[in-house]
Nanobody, 122 residues
């Protein structure tokens, strides 16, 4: 299984970024997908998750209303649209795949991408 995340970068507060994660080596439509983020001084925290078909989503309170997770099963890709970014959103963002479907716990995810850096300046 390989998960390739991209789309990170540097933006000013209030800006937007769209992260993408392309999956290979798995039957994508049979996996829930999630985004997590990590800073050097914190554990890897849950951001958002989406169910097998995309019909259900769930977000961390800190990003609710600003971030949107979506997926395109035909392209084996999951997205994270991030709007109204804040300096506290600065982190390395990781995508992950879960055979359990919609999941907010790291322990439910067996496959992880390499991470993409997001930096938000004030």
């Amino acid at each position: 299984v390989q998960l390739q995340a991209s789309g990170g970068g540097s933006v000013q507060a209030g800006g937007s970024l769209r992260l993408s994660c392309v999956a290979s080596g798995l039957t994508f439509s049979k996996y829930g997908m999630g985004w997590f983020r990590q800073t050097p001084w914190e554990e890897r925290d849950f951001v958002a998750t989406i169910s097998f078909t995309g019909g259900s989503t769930y977000y961390a309170d800190s990003v609710k209303g600003r971030f949107t997770i979506s997926r395109d099963n035909a392209k084996n890709t999951v997205y994270l649209q991030m709007n109204d970014l804040k300096p506290e959103d600065t982190a390395v963002y990781y995508c992950a795949a879960s055979a359990a479907g919609l999941a907010s716990s790291r322990s439910r995810y067996a496959s992880w991408g390499q991470g993409t850096q997001v930096t938000v300046s004030s």
